[in-house]
């Protein structure tokens, strides 16, 4: 066990890279550290990581580097993880080669290391350290290593040389996505649609310290709007399919021309005629079992209430369910934050829409925000358009919903 001292130096290495690079501090606290009893000090130098996003903490190591230290290395592993560097892994996944495992790792590192400037350990694999321009890829140093393979590098010692801190160790399948003896796939990891959020969360905190005019490394500046795009384009997507179904439900009229316009504020005792015609009730239905995360679904109904608030139904218009294997108490949210999610077992989204629909009159408009592991029901609703926005690539909607995919729209 790790004594209490040694976690609060943990606790203090997380605050200092939090504080050294706030756009990443939602992602850091993503991090689960996992005491790993197993391996060799050594191997856990970099205090690796894995696709769920654990990260593996040796006591030894934890005890032996500066708080300074520590927390280089989780920037350092928090990239590898956002940076999808175990998916983008280019070598042999059947057969595993040491060799291309190690070159990937330095590819990999040169390409985080050179936007943590200032923070970084003097010894650690940077582009010039390979030899290589600043500012590539990992494929672009990957490439140029497999062609021309350094000959005499400080991460090559010659045999009998201890090894210097860069070359013990290494970043862990958070870094290639093969596994690791210390790897511990029984604990609870976090899930790909969480991992995608917490990248998009933090791309956008990236955006607002660019528009706020802060300094932010060019590396996460282009990763950034690679990331974005996507997003941008799913938003439009929701966005394009709320506006659709609410102009349908309120009689195919597009409330958008409904809200007061310039020259109704001139003439305040004018009601306009279309005024008076209600705007559609919404609810928003979301799945709170167990594979989805509190976060993953603040960020979805931030993206769908945002949405609905452009377009100009409020909150009296808007009731949200959550439903597990059971629906639960209607509410109306005021704020994000203060909505209660329930739920936390099986899901039956089923029990969600009957809950929906018991409402007299029905809403206009149901969207439901799942990952689409769920039975459905089997007939669309009579009179309720209905979206789904599904939170997981390999979820699956029924054919007479409109579906909107966070990943793969474009
Ligand atoms: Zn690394």
Redesign the pocket.
């Known amino acids: 066990m790790a004594s209490p001292e040694l976690w609060e130096k943990w606790s203090a290495a997380r605050v200092r890279a939090a504080h050294q690079a706030p756009y990443l501090a939602n992602a850091l606290l993503s991090l689960t550290p996992v005491l790993a009893t197993g391996p060799s000090s050594g191997e856990l130098r ?1 205090f690796p990581a894995d696709p769920g996003w654990h990260v593996y903490v040796g006591t030894e190591e934890l005890a032996r580097q500066s708080v300074q230290e520590v927390s280089f290395w989780l920037i ?2 928090v990239t ?1 993880l956002l940076r999808e560097h175990a998916r983008r892994y280019p070598g042999s996944t059947v057969h595993p080669q040491a060799e291309e495992q190690r070159t990937w ?1 330095l590819a ?2 040169a390409e ?1 290391n050179d936007d943590l400037t200032p923070l970084r350990p003097s010894e650690v ?1 940077t582009p010039s350290t390979l030899g290589l321009p600043d500012d590539g890829t990992a494929e672009q140093y990957w490439h140029a290593l497999r062609t021309n393979p350094p000959p005499d590098r400080h991460h090559r010692p010659e045999p009998g040389t201890p090894p210097s801190p860069d070359t013990a160790g ?2 862990g399948s958070g ?1 290639d996505g093969l596994p690791r003896a210390w790897d511990r796939d029984d604990l609870p990891a976090l899930s790909p649609t969480a991992a995608r959020l917490t990248a998009l969360d933090t791309a956008r905190r990236i955006r607002e310290r660019l528009n706020a005019q802060d300094d932010v490394p060019a590396g996460w500046r282009r990763w950034a709007d690679q990331v974005l795009e996507p997003a941008v384009s799913w938003r439009r997507h929701l966005s394009a399919k709320v506006r659709h179904g609410l102009a349908e439900a309120a009689g195919r009229v597009d409330y958008t021309y409904r809200r007061p316009s310039r020259r109704a504020a001139a003439l305040p005792d004018v009601v306009l005629p279309s005024m008076r015609r209600p705007l559609p009730s919404v609810t928003v239905l979301i799945d709170t079992s167990g594979s989805i995360t509190e976060t993953m679904l603040a960020q979805a109904l931030a993206e769908v209430t945002g949405i609905l608030r452009a377009v100009g139904v409020g909150r009296r218009l808007l009731t949200v369910i959550t439903c597990d294997a059971r629906a639960y108490r209607p509410q109306t949210v005021t704020r994000i934050p203060a909505l209660h999610l329930d739920g936390g077992g099986g899901t039956d989204l089923r029990a969600g829409f009957a809950a929906a629909l018991a409402k007299r009159p029905p809403p206009d408009l149901i969207i439901a925000i799942t990952d689409g592991r769920t039975p459905w029901p089997a007939h669309p609703p009579r009179t309720t358009r209905v979206i789904v926005a599904l939170l997981d690539a390999n979820g699956q909607a029924p054919g007479w919903a409109e579906t909107v995919r966070l990943e793969g729209a474009s």
């Open positions: 970099r350092h592993q590898h790792n990999t590192d985080i694999t290494d970043c870094c």
